[in-house]
Each structure stands twice: as structure tokens, then as C-alpha cells.
């Protein structure tokens, strides 16, 4: 069974560019959600996509965003790259029920390291 | 979701157990514990998780107080490949509220 596949796995960009990052996750698995990672604020949550629909979303500056195809596929798009965008980007799966307890883990990719120049 | 409290870090012998603790004094009833690892650079990786039972799989153990105020997840017999971040979270398991509040885990590094 295939898992978390991000792409690219390295990305250099410069300020002010825009960068998209693709998500494809697990096969049957319909909820994804992004992550940040840097070594000042650590691993942080930024939004979750389910069926093609944003569900729960960080206080990150409008500058992130992101979607979800009819496939289970997503996509993270930065604009206007600053500097301290710089960090890995971590994207997860899950086998996800609409509510009550669930009893499946979040599956995790092996991230999108983007630096900023 | 509840706060958790680790240790910053912690060493192990290879082929010791690895017990690694996590402080959540504040857990409601329906909060789930979860315990990830990360291994350097790479995407964190579900180990475990529980309620208020003990659970075992083909990775790790995981106990929980009686209180469910804190818990331990055991590395039965730690290799080198298990040195990583060991995140501790806790998750609401109703609600629509799905994400994970990771704080700074714990480092274990396995000694040779």
C-alpha cells in the first residue's frame, strides 16, 4: 500500500515568488491536512481538507492556502514568499469518519523542504 | 485539546527498554492519547494510541494511569533506529476539530 507521496521533495524559490506543494495521500483516505515545521515554532498545523472541503484551518497569514481535488488530492500554495516561509512542509492522511472516535492514526509524508532565498 | 508535559530528552542502551513519559493532567474523558516519533527530517510516524486501556502493537506498548493523567509508552527492546523526537499529544476524538497540537517531544537517543 502506497503512502503519503509529497511532491517535489526540495523546492528553492526566492522572495516573492509563489510555490505550490502537492499532497497525494493514501489510497481511500479522505482528509488531509499540512503542516509546518521549522525549528523556531516546530511542527504546526495549518489547515485540514475533507471531500474537497476546508475543515479546520490555523491562524496563518492569507498567504496560505490550499485545496482538494474529487481524487482526495491536495495542494498547499504560498504567495508572496518571505523569508521565514522557509521550513518543511509536512502533509497527512487519514481514514476519516464525519465525527465520534475514530481509531486510525494520521499517515505522514516525507514532507516538502522549501527554502526561501 | 489538553496540554501535554515531557522530558526535553532522554537516553537509552540499545537493547534496553525505552520508557518514555507523558503528563496530561488536564485529559477530558473523550481525548484520545496519541504518540508520534521523528526521525530526523522525516514526516513524524504514528506509533500508538489509547483511551484509558493499556495497548500494545508490534511497535511499542502504551500505559495508562488509572487517572488517565499520564501515561508511558515503552520501547521494549530499543535499536539505534529508534533515536527520534517522541511527540505525546492528546486528541479529541469528537467534534470536527482533527488536528495535532504537537509540543517539543522528547529526544531519545539510543546508545550503542
Known amino acids: 500500500k502506497a503512502g503519503v507521496t509529497q511532491t517535489p521533495r526540495y523546492l528553492i524559490k526566492t522572495r516573492g515568488q509563489q510555490v505550490t506543494l502537492s499532497c497525494s495521500p493514501i489510497?481511500?483516505?479522505?482528509?488531509v491536512s499540512w503542516y509546518q515545521q521549522t525549528p523556531g515554532q516546530g511542527l504546526q498545523f495549518l489547515f485540514e481538507?475533507?471531500?474537497?472541503?476546508?475543515?479546520n484551518k490555523e491562524n496563518f497569514p492569507g498567504r496560505f492556502s490550499g485545496r482538494q481535488f474529487s481524487n482526495s488530492r491536495s495542494e498547499m500554495n504560498v504567495s508572496t514568499l518571505e523569508l521565514g516561509d522557509s521550513a518543511l512542509y509536512l502533509c497527512?492522511?487519514?481514514?476519516?469518519?464525519?465525527?465520534?472516535?475514530?481509531?486510525?492514526?494520521?499517515?505522514f509524508g516525507s514532507g516538502t523542504r522549501l527554502t526561501v532565498v | 485539546d489538553a496540554k501535554t508535559t515531557q522530558p526535553p530528552s532522554m537516553d537509552c542502551a540499545e537493547g534496553r527498554a525505552a520508557n518514555l513519559p507523558c503528563n496530561h493532567s488536564t485529559i477530558s474523558g473523550n481525548e484520545y492519547v496519541y504518540w508520534y516519533r521523528q526521525i530526523h527530517s522525516q514526516g513524524p510516524q504514528y506509533i500508538i494510541h489509547g483511551l484509558k486501556n493499556n495497548e500494545t502493537n508490534e511497535m511499542a506498548s502504551l500505559i495508562i494511569t488509572e487517572d488517565r493523567k499520564s501515561s508511558t509508552l515503552i520501547l521494549p527492546h530499543a535499536t539505534l533506529r529508534d533515536t527520534a523526537v517522541y511527540y505525546c499529544i492528546v486528541l479529541n476524538s469528537g467534534g470536527s476539530n482533527y488536528k495535532l497540537t504537537f509540543g517539543k517531544g522528547t529526544l531519545l537517543t539510543v546508545n550503542p
Open positions: 481538507y475533507f471531500s474537497e472541503t476546508q475543515r
Open positions: 497527512a492522511s487519514r481514514l476519516s469518519s464525519t465525527g465520534g472516535s475514530f481509531s486510525y492514526g494520521y499517515t
Open positions: 489510497s481511500g483516505h479522505r482528509s
